[in-house]
C-alpha cells in the first residue's frame, strides 16, 4: 500500500510527517500511564507504564508498507505518524525502530528547551538498563534495508548514572532530527547524546535546533553526509566528535555554538574539509587544556566569534589542524595550525614626521593578496599614494610625504587573497 502524499526519493521525510494526517497514534499520559489513542478512530487503543513498550507495540501495529528505491527492496515495513503530547514520560525499554520504517515521532514544544516538566514540553525520562538506548534505529543488514525517520520536539532527561546512548541511529538511510534537547550530568552519562555510526555508507542525516548537554559525546559522528542547522553543546566532555573523514561530505554547519565543553570539537583523522557558516566559541574563566578544537581537519569557517573577549584564542582556540580558513574579519591560529585568512581589513593609524614616504600594514593574510583596498580617513592622508603589498605587508607609498602630527595619518584598508 502506498503512502498517501509521499514519493520514495523525490518529496522526502518532511512530506512524509505533514502528509500523514490525522496522526496515526496520539500518545499522552494523565501523570501516571500512558495512553495510545488512534488517530484515525479516536479510540485508546492500548496503555502502558513504560513509554517504550507502548511506543514499541504502537510501531508493531502502524500500517505496512513496501518499495523499492536506490537499489533496496523493503517489504512489510511500518510507516506512519507518532504525536506524544507534552508530559513526563519513563522511558525503561528502548524504542526500536525497525529496519526499513518510514516513520515520525513528534512531541510537543513551547519553545522551552531543557525545561523538565514545562507546560507544552515532551519530556522522556530514561531508566532503563547500562548501555542501554533510548531511542534506536538499527541496520536491518549490509546496505539495506535502511529507515527513514523523522524525530523532532523532545526533551530527553538522562538524570541517573548509567551509560547508554539516547539517539542511536545507524540504519537510518534519510534521518531528520529537530528540536532536540538531551540532558545529563557532566563527565557521566549518557555516553552519547547522539550517536551517527553508519560507517562509510552514504547516509544523509540534517540535524536542526539541537541543544545537548553533560554528556561524554554529545554527538559523535562516524557516517557521511551530515548537515546541522544550529546546534547548542554545553558542558560536555567531548561536544563534536568527528570519527569519519568524509563526514561532512557535501553537507557542513551553518551555525555552531561550543560551550565550556573539555573539548569543544575533536577530528580523529585528516579528511574532507568541514565548512562551518558560523562558529561560537563561549567559555567562562580560562578555557581548558587542551585546546578545545583539535586535531586534524580542513575548517573552513564563515564568522568566528568568541566569549570573554580577552580569551586567548591565539593559544588555545585551534591545535593540529592541516589548515583553517577564517571568512571573517576576526581571526586567531596557534602552532602548528597552518592559518589561512583570506579576507581582512581594518583601520591603521600613524605619526607622520614630514619625511616619511612609506606606511606599512600588516594584513595578516597567509598570502600576498590580489586585492588591496586603501582609503584616506584623514586630511593628512589624502595626498597622492600608490598601494603595493607582499605577503605579510601593504606598503602605502606617498608621492609627497604626509606632514608631520600625532596620529594624523589615518588609513581604511581591506585585502582580499
Known amino acids: 500500500m502506498p503512502i498517501p502524499g509521499y514519493v520514495p526519493g523525490k518529496d522526502g521525510l518532511r512530506e512524509l510527517a505533514r502528509n500523514l494526517s490525522p496522526a496515526s497514534y496520539i500518545v499522552f499520559t494523565d501523570g501516571s500511564k500512558y495512553y495510545a489513542k ?18 514499541n507495540t504502537v510501531i508493531s501495529v502502524l500500517p505496512k508498507t513496501s518499495y523499492t528505491e536506490i537499489g533496496e527492496t523493503v517489504t512489510n515495513t511500518p510507516y506512519g505518524r507518532i504525536i506524544i503530547r507534552e508530559g513526563m514520560y519513563n522511558v525503561y525499554t528502548p524504542v526500536v525502530i525497525p ?3 518510514m516513520i515520525s515521532i513528534e512531541g510537543c514544544d513551547s519553545g522551552a528547551h531543557g525545561q523538565t516538566g514545562t507546560v507544552g514540553v515532551t519530556t ?32 530527553i532527561k538522562w538524570d541517573q548514572q548509567l551509560s547508554g546512548t539516547a539517539i542511536n541511529i545507524v540504519g537510518a538511510f534519510t534521518a531528520y532530527l529537530r528540536g532536540i534537547s538531551i540532558g545529563g550530568n557532566r563527565y557521566a552519562y549518557p555516553t552519547y547524546g547522539i550517536l551517527l555510526n553508519a560507517g562509510s555508507q552514504e547516509h544523509i542525516t540534517v540535524l536542526e535546533d539541537i541543544d545537548i548537554s553533560g554528556c561524554q559525546y554529545a ?20 561536544g563534536l ?21 573539555n573539548i569543544d570539537f575533536y577530528a580523529t583523522s585528516d579528511g574532507d574539509p568541514i565548512f562551518i557558516d558560523v562558529l561560537m566559541l563561549e567559555h567562562s ?10 586535531n586534524g581537519r580542513k575548517l573552513v569557517i564563515g564568522q568566528l566569534t568568541f566569549t570573554p573577549s580577552n580569551w586567548n584564542v591565539i593559544k588555545y582556540g585551534f591545535d593540529n589542524f592541516s589548515n583553517v580558513i577564517l571568512l571573517s574579519d576576526r581571526a586567531s591560529s596557534h602552532n602548528p595550525v597552518t592559518h589561512l585568512l583570506v579576507r581582512n581589513k581594518g583601520i ?58 600625532s596620529n594624523n595619518v589615518v588609513l581604511f584598508w581591506s585585502a582580499e587573497v
Open 38 to 55: 488512534n488517530g484515525s478512530t479516536g479510540m485508546i487503543e492500548f496503555t502502558d507504564t513504560d513509554l517504550g513498550k507502548l511506543l
Open 348 to 405: 591603521a593609524t600613524f605619526s607622520g614626521d614630514g619625511t616619511t614616504k612609506q606606511f606599512t600594514i600588516a594584513h595578516g593574510l597567509a598570502n600576498q593578496p590580489s586585492r588591496v583596498s586603501v582609503t584616506p580617513a584623514s586630511a593628512d592622508a589624502s595626498g597622492s599614494y600608490y598601494v603595493t603589498a607582499d605577503a605579510t605587508y601593504i606598503y602605502v607609498n606617498y608621492i609627497t610625504a604626509p606632514p608631520a602630527g
Open 124 to 155: 522522556l525520562v530514561y531508566r532503563g538498563a547500562n548501555n542501554g538506548k533510548m531511542i534506536d534505529v538499527p541496520k536491518g543488514g549490509y546496505n539495506y534495508p535502511h529507515s527513514k525517520i523523522r524525530i523532532e520536539n523532545l526533551f
Open 99 to 101: 529496519p526499513g520504517s
Open 219 to 238: 554527538v559523535y559522528v562516524n557516517q557521511e553526509h551530515i548537515d546541522i542547522y544550529g546546534m547548542s553543546l554545553t558542558s560536555n566532555k567531548y
Open 241 to 261: 566528535y568527528v570519527a569519519w573523514k568524509g563526514a561532512f561530505k557535501r553537507g557542513g554547519i551553518r551555525g555552531l555554538q561550543l560551550m565550556n565543553n
Open 285 to 294: 574563566g580560562a578555557p581548558p587544556a587542551p585546546p578545545v578544537i583539535t
